[in-house]
């Protein structure tokens, strides 16, 4: 009879293969299917990976192979599955504690980029940041010019999303050159959309959609579908940033076209609601509430909560366009409730300001300054450059609300 250690590797192993699997089906674009398996055996690849997360520290080899194995098998459907304080950090832990037990520098430099995408989703971007900074000297250390392009990469997201952006866009056009050096056209094509996303941001519109343009080029030359649709996609936000939302519209629905050819339903998702601002854009409240409804319902049937939140947060924009504030708030209020199952404090934080906002229109001052404070908070912790200015005006509010008080 096989001893307990033994019986637990094996079964380990067989549910990595299954956890593979599932994970390859996703990433080819098969996101159903991969999803759906991966829930079917959950319960045992869950049941695996806590016994050999508690034993990340082990000097065990078969062990903390598997861990790797099991991160790598979790890389893309952990995102979107696993609750990101209580189950995927702990187990991104684990991955960055077995790749150095190992002395695996390659698999050290992984786990660290996946450590540092998951704390800058949740807006730790300080964190992140330097991780990314440590997953760069790694890679230089050794050689490895493809991992230091995708982290160059991911370092300039995280710039771009925490308003440095200068510095996100010279790591963007590091990684560009990285990606020329060794001739990755699918990369070149994704850094042109990293560039192009960064200029439309900070209001450079012929140069974003000069940037999308080539990304899509590029993506078109080499049959990348999924690179194609997200240029379209973007270049559908280019054109709403610019208010030449008929534009948006025409890409939005070319790029919705492409992706759900190749199945990327969480892409198409994302699509809906540049589609849907174009709309807004175009005062037809009707058809861009339609697409965030889609959206939502895309989110729920592949159990993308973070998908979900973001359309009812859509939702809750349209409704106030519309004047329905009291649908609006409801929107508000379910995203925040899923924001906070799943521990999402950015999405927390912005869904808060803008219900924060509906109070305050609504003359309901105590509710707004509780939904406000939300958002202060998190903007303090995260060092947000408007941090300060939003608590003063948040101090405006509870003068306001004392004087009402006083009144009274």
Known sequence: ????????????????????????????????HGLALFDQERAQIDLAWCRLVSQAHTSDP???????????????IGEIRYRLHEERIPRLEAQLAAARQL????????ALGNLALTLAYLGDYERAIALYHQRIA????????????VALANLGSAYKDQGAYREALLCHQQALEIAQELEDERAEGAQYGNLGNIF???????????????????????????????????????????????????????????????????????????LGAAYLGLGDYTQAIACFEQQRKIAQEIGDLRGASAALGNLGVAYKRLGNIAAAIDA?????????????????????????????????????????????????????????CNARWLEGLRRRSGGLEAQE
């Open 103 to 110: 002395n695996h520098q390659r698999a050290e430099g992984q």
């Open 332 to 388: 508000y209020e379910q995203a925040l409730a899923i924001d906070r199952q799943i521990g999402e404090r950015a999405a927390e934080a912005i869904d808060s300001w803008n219900l924060g906002l509906l109070h305050e229109q609504q003359g309901d001052l105590q509710r707004a300054i509780a939904c406000i404070q939300v958002y202060v908070e998190f903007a303090q912790s995260v060092n947000h450059p408007d941090a300060e």
């Open 138 to 149: 790694l890679a230089r250390a050794i050689g490895d010019r493809r991992g230091e392009g």
């Open 200 to 274: 439309q941001v900070i209001g450079y519109y012929r140069e974003a959609i000069d940037f999308l343009e080539r990304h899509l080029a590029i993506a078109r030359r080499i049959g990348d579908r999924r690179g194609e649709g997200n240029a379209l996609s973007n270049l559908a936000l280019a054109y709403n940033s610019c208010r030449d939302y008929q534009q948006g519209v025409i890409y939005a629905t070319e790029a919705l076209e492409v992706l759900r050819r190749i199945g990327d339903r969480r892409a198409e998702g994302n699509t809906l609601t540049n």
């Open 1 to 32: 009879m096989p001893s307990l250690r033994t019986s637990h590797l094996r079964h380990a192993c067989y549910y990595a293969r299954r956890c593979a699997h599932a994970e390859q089906q996703y990433r080819d674009g098969q996101q159903e």
């Open 62 to 76: 078969e062990i903390l192979i598997l861990i790797l194995a099991y991160a790598d098998a979790t890389a893309s």
